[in-house]
């Protein structure tokens, strides 16, 4: 069984267009992140969601969004979608909101804007 | 989060132990020491973590300096899968990733 899954791995679209990505663990984690790595690897958080709640909002364009109906789902829904939105985006669970925890992270989804 | 330095490429043979250093001289007394590899292609994956003590798991063994100011990392088996870019990060609840070491094993 895949700990954190994503939904789609590849995902081409044009500008402007909105597009969502799925993420699901089965870890029974209570935190949940959205991050993005863009073309020269820098990894950067987006969001954090605890128990369905948001803790962490970097500073992200109003066009993302994350939605969580569950503690074991968080999708990311983006708008009206830019060529600097290109990027692989990875999704990541961890047991703990604060102190000590790990981060288990998703495959990626790789997302292509023309 | 205090920064990290580390180096950006290191070499090591295959069988050979791996020890990557990481400097985190601004380290407050709450933040953990972590440590993530990302191999080509694929999502981050969480290695190990320590506060103060050494310690070891199935992956490596993490030695912290007593001062905490820094780290190493040791892979004690390199293998040819070990090939990865290595991130130390320094963090209380906010993992900051920054630009790792990306450890080539010779075979």
């Known amino acids: 069984d895949t700990a954190v899954s994503q939904t789609p791995k590849y995902l081409v679209t044009q500008m402007g267009n909105d597009k969502s990505i799925k993420c699901e663990q089965n870890l029974g984690h209570d935190t949940m992140y959205w991050y993005k790595q863009d073309s020269k690897k820098f990894l950067k958080i987006m969001f954090s969601?605890?128990?369905?709640?948001?803790?962490i909002n970097e500073t992200v364009p109003n066009r993302f969004s994350p939605k969580s109906p569950d503690k074991a789902h968080l999708n990311l829904h983006i708008n009206s979608l830019e060529l600097g939105d290109s990027a692989v985006y990875f999704c990541a669970s961890s047991p703990l909101a604060g102190g000590s925890y790990e981060q288990y992270f998703g495959p990626g989804t790789r997302l292509t804007v023309t | 989060d205090a920064k990290t330095t580390q180096p950006t490429s290191m070499d090591c043979a295959e069988g050979r132990a791996a020890n990557l250093p990481c400097n985190h001289s601004t380290i407050s007394g709450n933040e953990y020491v972590y440590w993530y590899r990302q191999i080509h292609s694929q999502g981050p994956q969480y290695i190990i973590h320590?506060?103060?003590n050494n310690e070891t798991n199935e992956m490596a063994s993490l030695i912290i300096t007593e001062d905490r100011k820094s780290s190493t990392l040791i892979l004690p088996h390199a293998t040819l899968r070990d090939t990865a870019v290595y991130y130390c990060i320094a963090a209380k609840d906010k993992i900051i990733f920054g630009k790792g070491t990306r450890l080539h094993i010779l075979p």
């Open positions: 320590g506060l103060k």
């Open positions: 969601y605890n128990n369905k709640e948001l803790i």
